[in-house]
């Protein structure tokens, strides 16, 4: 597998749920690492994250996860 930076990753996977081991950090956030998994399926993410244990992982969504007209009320 290639490590390659988190924007890129992104760039690659739109709209897609991704775990991603972390090789690199910059100031403690992710900044490049190895794709792992990618699904539009969350819980497909969740499953793996338990196969890799002891890994250092991100999980993230690649894209808007609302969209644009939703309201929210705090």
Known sequence: MKTLPIETIERDFPNQWLLIEVTETKGGIPSKGIVIKASPRRQE????????KGKKL????SGIA?????????
């Open 58 to 61: 991100f999980f993230f969504f």
């Open 45 to 52: 993410i969740l499953e793996e994250i338990d196969r890799n």
């Open 66 to 74: 609302a969209s644009p007209n939703t309201a929210f009320a705090l």
